[in-house]
């Protein structure tokens, strides 16, 4: 029997959160099994930025959510097959924390056995500007097989609306995972 087909949605306290939002509103139809961890900073990140939806507005949408503290969970274990996994947005401390392999939660640690088990790793980092440390731990975890999609709009598609520019990044993140999704425009179609 095959495995199911699985992608692993970590969402952290980098600003940004409608990117994971509509990541998972694009995955709603589709077969694949999303697995959701969501930071506590993340939680606050929510209330600060769309203060009309709740934690459960967000973790309804995945079809199996995972506590962050759960370190016995299947994404925390490399028999765990998944399609990989994708940080949407990804802070700088989790992604310090993924380039110095420390699995202090179960993020992280899912994040570590995607690039132990030379799985997807896609990561959304927010932040602007960059010091260096961000850009040693960039060129680190991309060293280590990770891919880095800073969310940065592409104006040539003509967007009409932010909601346009949420959902071409959301969609090529997903197209990164292999994951066909028609509301990806692309160039020359």
């Not at 097959?81 to 993020?107: D, F, H």
């Amino acid at each position: 029997m095959p495995s199911p087909d699985r992608l692993i949605i970590g969402v952290t306290g980098a600003t940004g959160i409608v990117y994971a939002l509509k990541l998972l509103d694009l995955l709603a139809d589709n077969p694949i099994e999303t697995h959701l961890i969501v930071s506590k900073a993340a939680e606050l990140t929510l209330h600060h930025e769309l203060p009309g939806l709740k934690v459960k507005d967000l973790t309804s949408r995945a079809k199996v959510v995972h506590s962050i503290h759960d370190l016995a969970a299947g994404p925390a274990s490399g028999s765990f097959r998944t399609r990989g996994m994708v940080v949407i947005p990804c802070s700088m401390k989790t992604l310090a924390e993924i380039a110095t392999g420390m699995s202090s939660n179960l993020l992280t640690r899912a994040a570590d056995v995607t690039l132990k088990e030379r799985r997807k790793l896609v990561l959304v980092p927010r932040e602007t500007p960059l010091n260096l440390i961000h850009l040693r731990n960039l060129t680190t975890v991309t060293e280590a097989g990770a891919i880095v999609f800073p969310p940065v709009p592409a104006f040539y598609t003509m967007p009409e609306s932010v909601d346009e520019l949420i959902t071409a990044t959301a969609a090529r993140v997903l197209d990164l995972m292999d994951i066909d999704i028609p509301q990806l425009k692309r160039w020359g179609e």
